[in-house]
């Protein structure tokens, strides 16, 4: 397998990374301070969703350098998979925080405290421009979809700490204590659907499913498109990691020289990567009838398919 990464554009998102990581570490502290002088659920569930986003900017991190380890002789496929493991792990804690806030917000909704919204509306407007910054930085770092997921994080916690300001808003004009706790209810509904979304990326991954956007029947399609393949079957195309797809199969070719066959492979290998970002394919050529076209595991020739008949 051939990786190819830009280690100055590493190294730049590298420490994008690392000094969005401080400043959501020094975030959260001041969430936790002033919800818990405020008595706000809602920033407290804000300091909740900033540490997701701090893991899942850990989880970045850690993707970038793994992705720079070349394969060795035991890791062939490198260290791609670490990362997703990492990040099942860390999906598994969003669900549990998200289910924390409910509780904490069914308790405090029975019973509704007093919440000093000025204080709790001057500290999500610092994470409003906190988590704006970091986003910007973000996109202008890196194209990588491990980056976009980053991104999308950071997005997400600037609408929820926005969502905030406007609730301690509503709260000093009304004397409604219990909009923090139906804040709370949404911010942890947020970070409950981001959490499931991880989850089902991260098992499929890891269950070696086809790649989410990709249908089979239009890989085979595109395949069968090219000039010399007679047949496709055996058809397998999973991740190795959230940024990795390979495929593997058998195509029915004529009885042809190799160098014939080697434009074939060529013009197959050019499609999966322009249309389906494929990279690393495993493609075994035949030219004799296939007994079973799925699973296929022995090719027979056709005088001994006559024969068996």
């Not at 407290?44 to 893991?55: I, T």
């Not at 013009?267 to 495993?282: G, M, Q």
Request: aromatic content about 6%; proline content about 3%; glycine content about 8%.
């Amino acid at each position: 397998m051939h990786m190819h990464t830009s280690h100055g554009g590493g190294e730049r998102t590298s420490r994008v990374l690392r000094s969005s990581l401080a400043v959501t570490l020094v975030y959260i502290v001041l969430l936790v301070i002033a919800g818990i002088r405020a008595h706000s659920l809602a920033l407290l569930s804000e300091a909740g969703h900033n540490l997701s986003d701090f893991f899942a900017l850990l989880l970045s991190l850690g993707a970038v350098y793994l992705q720079s380890r070349p394969p060795s002789a035991t890791k062939t496929y490198g260290y791609h998979r670490a990362g997703v493991l990492a990040a099942l792990m860390n999906a598994v804690s969003l669900v549990a925080v998200s289910f924390f806030i409910f509780y904490e917000a069914f308790r405090r909704l029975q019973n509704p405290a007093p919440v000093k919204a000025g204080l709790m509306m001057i500290v999500a407007a610092i994470g409003v421009v906190m988590n704006g910054a970091i986003a910007l930085l973000l996109y202008r770092s890196n194209r990588d979809v491990n980056i976009r997921s980053a991104l999308l994080h950071e997005i997400g916690d600037t609408l929820s700490t926005a969502a905030v300001i406007v609730g301690g808003w509503v709260i000093l004009g009304t004397g409604q204590y219990w909009i923090d706790s139906a804040l709370s209810f949404g911010i942890g509904a947020l970070i409950l659907w981001s959490g499931f979304g991880i989850v089902r990326e991260t098992l499929n991954i890891l269950l070696e499913g086809t790649p989410r956007g990709i249908k089979l029947e239009i890989v085979e399609a595109a395949m069968r498109e090219i000039e010399g393949v007679n047949d496709v079957h055996d058809l397998h195309v999973w991740s190795i990691g959230s940024e990795t797809r390979a495929l593997s199969c058998h195509i029915s070719i004529a009885d042809i020289p190799p160098s014939v066959s080697e434009r074939i492979l060529r013009d197959v290998k050019e499609r999966l990567h322009h249309d389906f970002r494929i990279d690393h394919t495993t493609i075994q050529f035949e030219h004799e009838v296939c007994e079973v076209a799925h699973g296929c595991v022995i090719p027979v020739s056709e005088e001994l398919h006559q024969h068996k008949h």
